[in-house]
């Protein structure tokens, strides 16, 4: 496992929980919009990566503190350790959410019928058609659409999410995602934020305005009962 940075405290990347955040090395997509671009690249030698051992230490000095772990990066399922990094967390009794780019199935899968994720955030970038342009790669599709199908039909709590940008995303594009999930328990909209992109370029972009999302939304909702926005 290479755990390349830790936020001691969150309010809102666990919903409805007190959390640890941890930010996993690595990932296989390059979306140019990231805003955790000192991640994504695997040659970032500038990383001080903190180890299991006092990871597990902080964790332990926290039981009372917090009510779960998010795991999120980067893309945490790229890590080969972390399914027995994940049982330890549980064994200590926490709750345990992941963020994934749903680009490796096999292992939600795992993961997902062995009880070891209480909640899985799921991101889908855009229309699969729209991958290349705002993922960096389209040639996971298939894998996303088993992981999408994967937690449509589980009993885990999850959502699906999409960090919307002007320009790049249109309402026929949420449409079309909200085709692809029909019947998901929960979908967020995502509003872009300027922060630390991976593309320079979209430092100087902005988000869209709230009336735009609450558009997005109405679009959208007859497909999914609950979607909510993030702004």
């Known amino acids: 496992m290479k755990i390349a940075g830790l936020q001691k405290t969150s309010l809102i990347d666990y919903p409805e929980k007190i959390s640890t955040v941890v930010f996993t090395y690595g990932c296989n997509l390059r979306c140019p919009y990231c805003h955790n671009s000192g991640l994504v690249k695997n040659n970032n030698k500038n990383i001080d990566f903190i180890s299991l051992d006092l990871l597990f230490e902080f964790l332990r000095r926290r039981k009372k503190l917090i009510d779960g772990v ?12 972390l399914e027995p990094f994940i049982r330890k967390i549980k064994k200590m009794g926490f709750k345990i959410k992941l963020d994934t780019n749903g680009t490796k199935p096999d292992l939600i899968n795992k993961l997902v019928k062995e009880n070891l994720i ?46 919307v940008i002007p320009g790049y995303h ?52 007859p497909y999914i009962s609950n979607v909510g926005i993030r702004n």
């Not at 998010?70 to 350790?81: D, M, N, R, S, V």
């Not at 934020?193 to 558009?215: C, I, R, W």
């Open 170 to 221: 249109t309402e026929n594009d949420l449409i079309k995602i909200a085709e692809l999930i029909k019947g998901a328990g929960r979908y967020f909209i995502q509003n872009f934020k300027p922060h630390n992109t991976l593309d320079s370029a979209f430092k100087s972009k902005k988000g869209f305005p709230p009336h735009v999302l609450e558009d997005f939304k109405s679009k959208i909702s």
């Open 118 to 163: 209480d909640y899985i955030a799921m991101d889908i970038k855009a229309p699969f058609s729209r991958y290349g342009l705002l993922a960096g790669s389209s040639k996971y599709n298939n894998q996303i659409k088993e992981s999408i199908n994967i937690l449509l039909n589980s009993n885990i709590d999850y959502e699906f999410r999409t960090t």
């Open 70 to 81: 998010c795991i999120t990066g980067g893309e945490p399922t790229l890590q080969t350790g």
